[in-house]
């Protein structure tokens, strides 16, 4: 915790049915150098949550219409108010009050009469502690992405690949719906590689990756790259019609890159071979075996003349 600043403009929402009680929290919280926002109630408070995003609910225990408890229980089930901490500030010292709160989801609490140093301690503790809790999240959540992009191209990975496609796959056979996949490869590029350098052939990829992406239009599509110069793509929801009108928009995209490649043996420019498939996944069964059709619709591709697409038939 050692080095975290706190800024000056954290909010503070503080939550309480009496008048006197908000003001003298108000003018102690503004006072240690903290923006402050009111609310009378629960309900009231839960929408001040939601539009104003405060750092920290001060939340009295007993009020009318919705008491803290309730309010509590309601912050934890909100998106934006997930690392919101809550400090209960309650009148009761009982045991089962204690547990309640606890229980409803808040952090910490105080009891009234307020002893206004710990408080001071409390709230400055726990902002701490929620903005470190939420770097992480985000730390977390950037591994989590980097994990799955191909660090070159920028789309997703094999890995990432593999995932998505299974759960389709699944998704797929309960609904019983078709899914389709689509696997191409970059015609002749050992040669592009040898004539314009390997460097070349990196910023070749990463053009021919946008391109083929640019022709997957669904959110749910998933591009792919499946390894060195090979790209695969996952269209859940897509006949054969469709995944072949898309196959051939990605043929054509790259073709449309106008990259010159004087040693291929299909054409003067860089293009791709195209194999695609389509089936309604069996309930159980595994999608290694679809992934081998493709594969061969796509080595049809190649020995038929490359710069073209192919359709697996088998299924
Ligand atoms: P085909 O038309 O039959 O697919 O021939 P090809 O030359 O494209 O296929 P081959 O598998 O013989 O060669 C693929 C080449 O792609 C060889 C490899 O060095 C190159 N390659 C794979 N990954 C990368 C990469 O990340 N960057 C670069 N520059 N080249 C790569
Ligand atoms: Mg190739």
Not at 17 to 45: S, V
Not at 104 to 126: E, F, N
Not at 174 to 198: M, W
Not at 267 to 282: D, N, R
Request: some cysteine; hydrophobic content about 40%; proline content about 3%.
């Amino acid at each position: 915790m050692n080095g975290t600043v706190l800024r000056s403009e954290y909010l503070v929402l503080i939550v309480d049915d009496e008048q006197f009680n908000r003001m003298q929290l108000r003018l102690f919280i503004e006072k240690e150098g903290y923006q402050t926002a009111e609310a009378q109630n629960g309900r009231e408070a839960l929408t001040v949550v939601q539009q104003l995003h405060p750092d920290i609910v001060l939340l009295d225990a007993m009020m009318p219409d919705m008491d803290g408890f309730e309010c509590c229980a309601q912050l934890q089930s909100l998106d934006c108010s997930k690392y919101t901490p809550v400090l209960m500030i309650t009148g009761l010292e009982d045991q089962e009050s204690v547990d309640r709160a606890f229980a409803a989801g808040a952090i910490d609490y105080v009891t009234k009469p307020i002893h206004w140093a710990v408080l001071r301690q409390r709230v400055k503790r726990l902002i701490q502690q929620s903005q470190l809790q939420q770097e992480q999240e985000s730390v977390n959540q950037e591994l989590k992405r980097l994990a799955t992009i191909d660090g070159l191209t920028q789309i997703a990975n094999r890995r990432k690949f593999e995932e998505y496609f299974s759960q389709e796959w699944r998704r797929m056979a309960r609904e019983q719906k078709p899914l389709s996949l689509i696997l191409c490869d970059v015609d002749c590029f050992k040669a592009y590689n040898d004539t314009y350098g390997h460097r070349a052939g990196d910023r070749c990829l990463q053009k021919v990756a946008k391109a083929i992406q640019s022709a997957a239009r669904r959110s749910v599509d998933l591009v792919a790259r499946y390894g060195g110069e090979e790209f695969a793509v996952v269209l859940p929801n897509t006949n054969a019609k469709g995944a072949t009108q898309v196959a051939q928009a990605m043929r054509l995209a790259v073709r449309m890159l106008a990259i010159p490649h004087s040693n291929s043996q299909a054409s003067f420019y860089v293009t791709l071979s195209v194999g695609v498939g389509t089936t309604i996944p069996v309930p159980g069964s595994d999608f290694e075996e679809m992934i081998v059709a493709v594969d061969r619709a796509l080595y049809q591709a190649k020995l038929t003349g490359r710069d073209r697409v192919v359709i697996n038939h088998s299924n």
